[in-house]
Nanobody, 123 residues
Framework: HVQLVESGGGSVQAGGSLRLSCVAS????????LGWFRQAPGKEREGVAA???????KYADSVKGRVTISKDNAKNTLYLQMNSLKPEDTAMYYC??????????????????WGQGTQVTVS
């Protein structure tokens, strides 16, 4: 049984920082591409960042330079460090896992498993 559980969301002022975490069970991080997505009210879900089994990363243009995705394979935990937050970053943030070891995508159809989300609000 695969489970992804996000945490670390909250309310911050513009310019602040947050670190999101996603603990996974039932999958081996070494064999999965992992991603962070977000969805704001009334908007489509969008890919924020992805990291594959080799540690290669990909970022959406809207967050480049402000966000860093990383993972700890030993802890089966995915992270998203977000700095210089803007009000437009307000959304529900989801982690996702794709059973494609070397893939790297920000398209949601690429991913097999999803967490329940953690809310980020920037004012």
């Amino acid at each position: 049984h695969v489970q992804l559980v996000e945490s670390g969301g909250g309310s911050v002022q513009a310019g602040g920082s947050l670190r999101l975490s996603c603990v996974a069970s039932g999958i081996d991080f070494n064999n999965y591409c992992l991603g962070w997505f977000r969805q704001a009210p009334g908007k489509e879900r969008e890919g924020v960042a992805a990291i594959n089994s080799e540690g290669s990363t990909k970022y959406a243009d809207s967050v480049k330079g402000r966000v860093t995705i990383s993972k700890d394979n030993a802890k089966n935990t995915l992270y998203l460090q977000m700095n210089s937050l803007k009000p437009e970053d307000t959304a529900m943030y989801y982690c996702a896992a794709s059973a494609t070891r070397y893939g790297l995508a920000l398209d949601d159809w690429w991913y097999n498993y999803w967490g329940q989300g953690t809310q980020v609000t920037v004012s």
